[in-house]
């Protein structure tokens, strides 16, 4: 069968080859403490739960890509509580079905081959999905390396003058994934300038704003002109909510009215009940706390044993991740083999991209007691 090029040159997801490397190791015998995918296991709140249940009646019929009003005034109103911004409901926000899809088929929206917009910038190591969607939407895609000397920020005064005006979207992920950086508010400043003075879109895909650990990481909604600012975030990680399927983007009314003539051809609503349940929980604080204060426990736990063995931690301000230098700086799939055989799965940071070579990504998923278990395996294998 032909297939689209840009399908065939896809790379096969890094994570299956962890996997296979798994089930050689637990095929042995030895029992594994699951540190490698970010997938929340922590069940989602009763209320919520509950909320769907309740929903199901009420539904029938299409959803509507513009989403529920109920859904939008609680993600609006939930923005002005935690950012202190004032956003429109009616003409600022669409739902989305979690943030994945829409990250993957923003670039579709933009990138212009014949008027010479068609440069997507992502930073690495990073989520790969920007990256794969502006493939798809057939855009150049520029690279911008996270390193440490730099706070994983990328060195935007490096970016050339020309890929400044090709760029039709840029593309940063605060806190970060794999890094656990955090950025500042003068960060998104900057960009929000650089898109106005460029004209492209700066598309923030915040899916951890609410795991933090000191102090809750800013919004580029925070920006002083949201001219070119789209914010991408989710109930996945925040509530435990990655099976749901719940996002949202908020953004200038220009980009939501693309996204408004985009999504119903792709038919990307999601569900009523999901809509309802969305509700109670951009509505509810407390189990967001609850959720933080396990992560914070789970994280203590591994930064002590790991400090105790001298291996460094860094970035991982915010998220469910830890970002750990491997000994001597070494390259990061021996490290982690040499982990994997003593049971503990940690991703290789080259994963991620060339600039994540050197470090390991610990995602705090397992439960606390087995977290408990990880440090008594790391206290005799490290
Ligand atoms: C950086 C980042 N953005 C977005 C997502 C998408 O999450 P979801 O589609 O569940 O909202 C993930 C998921 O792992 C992620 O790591």
Redesign the pocket.
């Known amino acids: 069968m032909r297939l689209s090029p840009i399908l065939e040159r896809q790379t096969t997801y890094p994570f299956v080859r962890l996997d296979e490397a798994k089930r050689r190791v637990a095929a042995r015998g030895v029992e594994l403490v699951d540190f490698g995918m970010?997938?929340p296991r922590e069940p989602t709140d009763r209320r919520i739960q509950q909320a769907l249940a309740a929903a199901l009646p009420l539904t029938g019929g299409y959803p509507r890509a513009v989403g529920l009003p109920e859904l939008r005034q609680a993600v609006a109103a939930w923005c002005g509580r935690r950012f202190g911004v004032d956003i429109d409901p009616e003409r600022e926000v669409i739902p989305t079905?979690?943030?994945?899809?829409a990250?993957f088929t923003f670039a579709q929206l933009l990138v212009d081959r014949e008027g010479g917009k068609d440069v997507v910038v992502v930073t690495e190591p990073?989520?790969p999905?920007p990256e794969r969607g502006a493939a798809f939407a057939q855009a150049e895609v520029v690279s911008l390396p996270l390193r440490e000397e730099h706070g994983f920020l990328p060195d935007l005064e490096a970016v050339d003058g020309d890929t400044w005006r090709r760029a039709v979207l840029v593309w940063v992920?605060y806190p970060?994934?794999p890094t656990g950086a955090t950025a500042p508010l003068t960060f998104y400043e900057r960009l929000a300038g650089l898109a106005a003075e460029h004209d492209f879109v700066l598309a923030s895909?915040e899916?951890?704003s609410e795991l933090w650990f000191d102090e809750p990481p800013v919004s580029a909604l925070q920006v002083r002109d949201r001219a070119r600012v789209a914010v991408?975030n989710?109930?996945?990680?925040r509530s435990s909510m990655?099976g749901y399927?719940?996002?949202f983007v908020v953004g200038h009314e220009d980009v939501i009215d693309a996204l408004r003539a985009f999504r119903p051809s792709a038919g990307t609503a999601p569900q009523e009940f999901v809509q309802r349940a969305s509700v109670v929980a951009w509505e509810d604080e407390e189990h967001v706390e609850r959720n933080r204060a396990l992560y914070a426990r789970k994280r203590a736990l591994l930064l002590d044993v790991l400090e105790r063995k001298g291996l460094r931690v860094t970035g991982s301000e915010a998220t469910m991740y830890l970002w750990v230098a491997t000994p001597d700086g070494g390259p990061s799939e021996p490290f982690a083999e040499r982990l994997l055989e003593n049971g503990i799965v940690v991703a290789p940071g080259s994963y991620f991209g060339a600039a994540g070579e050197g470090y390991v990504r610990f995602a705090l998923v397992p439960a606390e007691a087995e977290c408990r278990r990880a440090v008594e395996i790391l206290e005799d294998a490290l």
């Not at 079905?97 to 899809?101: D, T």
């Not at 989710?234 to 990680?237: C, F, G, H, T, Y």
């Open positions: 970010g997938d079905l979690g943030s994945k899809e990250i990073g989520y999905v992920n970060n994934n895909d899916a951890y991408f989710s109930l996945s990680k990655t399927r719940s996002g």
